[in-house]
């Protein structure tokens, strides 16, 4: 059994795999810009008068977040590829995939700005400023992330890490499954509400709240899995705390405006100290 999950992840996240998928997401990305572009300007020509009420085909800068919505796609599976590696790697990806969410969030919502009024007074121009510096302060605060990862000490492989390492590889690939279907599940469903004309509240949450559901319970199972192969309470208290920072993304989803912000920055804060004090205590060991 250990042999074959090793094998099947070896197959879809060899090296090749992923290289296909980079040019498979390239093509996606050029191919959907290309047509949000035009949907865009047929609209703008009121050639498409019944998707008047999507604000996506609004302004042409709106075409950006079908790119970004792509990159995301590929952002995942990197996500799922790392999992193995270590609790660390994985949430620095969580943490990169949610600051590209709201970069794309960001393209989507610039034409809901209205700049003809004091900036202050609308609700989306205050979610703009909001997203613009909740950005820069992620951007800063994953760097500090990845930079203290690198500070954290490397255990050598032995017999157990590598038993621990084939569990977590078994997840990744049950994982895989389940996005696979679910991506399909939420095409399906946004296709089904634009087709019905029906708005969808917020576009930005498709897919990615239940997928964010999904990682806090693949988290899950691979922290109860850890109790198997450590019993260092400063490595338990580390992932327990990574996965409240899952937690705190997840919760996000639910929220907008500043709250939304707050909480998606108060998981990377949570987590780099967390992380912090790990190191600290790894170097007192």
Not at 58 to 83: G, H, K, M, Q, R
Not at 179 to 200: D, G, K, Q, R, T
Not at 259 to 272: E, M, P, Q, Y
Request: aromatic residues 16%.
């Amino acid at each position: 059994m250990e042999m074959l999950v090793v094998n099947a992840f070896g197959i879809v996240f060899s090296e090749h795999s992923k290289k296909w998928i980079e040019k498979i997401i390239l093509w996606l990305s050029i191919t959907g810009f290309i047509i949000h572009l035009a949907l865009i300007y047929l609209n703008k020509f009121e050639l498409l008068g019944a998707l008047d009420q999507f604000k996506l085909l609004a302004n042409p800068i709106s075409a950006i977040y079908t790119p970004f919505t792509f990159i995301l796609i590929y952002e995942i599976y990197l996500l799922v590829l790392y999992l193995p590696r270590s609790f660390t790697t994985s949430l620095s990806k969580q943490f990169e995939i949610i600051s590209l969410i709201l970069i794309r969030r960001i393209f989507g919502d610039i034409p809901k700005v209205d700049i003809e009024v004091d900036w202050f007074h609308t609700q989306e121009n205050l979610n703009l400023i909001y997203d613009l510096v909740g950005i820069l302060i992620l951007y800063f605060l994953i760097y500090q992330f990845n930079k203290d990862s690198r500070v954290s000490l490397k255990k050598p492989i032995n017999e157990r890490i590598e038993q621990f390492v084939t569990w977590k590889k078994a997840i990744s690939l049950v994982l895989l499954f389940c996005l696979v279907i679910m991506s399909f599940f939420s095409l399906y469903h946004w296709l089904f509400e634009i087709a019905n004309f029906s708005l969808v509240q917020n576009v930005n949450t498709i897919f990615y709240n239940d997928f964010f559901g999904l990682l806090i319970l693949a988290d899950v199972f691979i922290l109860l899995i850890s109790f198997k192969y450590t019993e260092r309470y400063i490595q338990i208290i580390r992932n327990t705390g990574f996965v409240i920072c899952t937690i705190l993304i997840r919760l996000s989803f639910g929220t907008t405006g500043f709250t939304n912000v707050a909480l998606i920055i108060s998981s990377v804060v949570f987590g780099l100290t967390i992380l912090k004090i790990f190191n600290l205590s790894e170097k007192v060991d």
